[in-house]
């Protein structure tokens, strides 16, 4: 298989994606309060339907933290993300047209791709919150879309940390890898490509 294109996740396949877990000094029950919100809040904010100002309003009553202080720890965690480490060398290689398909709010977008100034490193950026929509293969549809390319489904590869949505793309006639951990992915990069 000759892969054209590399379709990326990125929670969990090329960066840790707990880093809204860390807790500001001040308030150690951070973490319970963002699942709380989180179980309420996420589903819709993935896909638009809430944006941040909401979402950090309803952290800001459950935590007792001033709405600017929620913003900012969120930015915090957002700028400092742990990435894995040969999933990350290989997107920074750009060997082939690459983007990222991720299911994320516009924390994402606002936060994130700024700090690490994604769109130098991917050529097309799609999130879910932006195209209202969660489905993993019709965001991987739209960036090939974005890309321009019109080769074959099965030469552009999605690498997700979710086997469900690597099975959901190869099923629509894409290849793909599930990525379990960066060791492993290490391991299988030689024959990766073949």
């Known amino acids: 298989m000759t ?7 990125f929670g969990d396949t090329l960066a ?19 699942v709380k919100v989180m179980s309420t809040h996420a ?13 950090f309003a309803q952290l800001a009553t459950r935590t007792g933290m001033a709405f600017s202080d929620v ?7 957002c700028q400092n993300l742990s990435f894995h480490e040969s999933a990350w060398k290989l997107a920074r290689e750009r060997g082939v047209p690459q983007a990222i398909v991720t299911v994320n709010p516009d ?3 606002e936060f994130v791709v700024p700090a690490y100034d994604l769109s130098s490193t991917f050529d097309t ?4 919150y932006a195209e209202m929509t969660a489905d993993k293969s019709a965001l991987c549809g739209i960036a090939l879309d974005r890309l321009g390319f019109r080769g074959d489904l099965s030469e552009a590869m999605l690498i997700d ?17 599930w990525f379990q951990s960066d060791e492993l992915f290490k391991r299988d990069l030689g024959h990766l490509f073949d």
């Open 125 to 128: 950026i799609v999130m879910s």
């Open 161 to 177: 940390n979710r086997a469900d949505l690597v099975q959901g793309w190869t099923d629509a006639g894409g290849s793909g890898y």
């Open 16 to 34: 840790d994606e707990r880093w809204m877990f860390r807790a500001p000094r001040a308030m150690p029950s951070w973490p319970d309060a963002w």
């Open 107 to 109: 924390l994402f977008a």
């Open 71 to 77: 913003e900012a720890h969120a930015r915090y965690c």
């Open 43 to 55: 589903d819709r904010w993935n896909v638009g339907d809430v944006g941040m100002d909401e979402v």
């Open 3 to 9: 892969v054209q294109v590399l379709l990326w996740d």
